[in-house]
Nanobody
Framework: QVQVVESGGGLVQPGGSLKLSCAAS????????MGWYRQSPGKQRDLVAI???????NYAESVKGRCTISRDNAKNTAYLQMNSLKPEDTAVYYC???????????WGQGTQVTVSS
């Protein structure tokens, strides 16, 4: 069983920064990518950023230039550095670990990010 644990969320002022961590453990192999998604109340869960094992990245347009996803493959850990945070960034942030062969798609419990004065 693959397990995912997020950490690093909290309350931050507009314009501030946070760094989220996502640690995966268990029967982890052939990971295609690790990603960060976010969901606010009443809204769908949307992509923030993903990173593949080879280092390719993809960002939501709303966070380009403000967020950076990184990885440590040896530790099966992904990070999301978030800068210049805006109130609209407020959401629960979830980490996802995906593999296609063998197939698995595992989510963490989420970590709350609140951007408010």
């Amino acid at each position: 069983q693959v397990q995912v644990v997020e950490s690093g969320g909290g309350l931050v002022q507009p314009g501030g920064s946070l760094k989220l961590s996502c640690a995966a453990s268990g029967s982890i192999f052939n990971v295609y990518g690790m990603g960060w998604y976010r969901q606010s109340p009443g809204k769908q869960r949307d992509l923030v950023a993903i990173i593949t094992g080879s280092g390719n990245t993809n960002y939501a347009e709303s966070v380009k230039g403000r967020c950076t996803i990184s990885r440590d493959n040896a530790k099966n850990t992904a990070y999301l550095q978030m800068n210049s945070l805006k109130p609209e960034d407020t959401a629960v942030y979830y980490c996802n670990v995906k593999s296609y062969s063998p197939p698995y798609d595992v989510w963490g419990q989420g970590t709350q990010v609140t951007v408010s004065s």
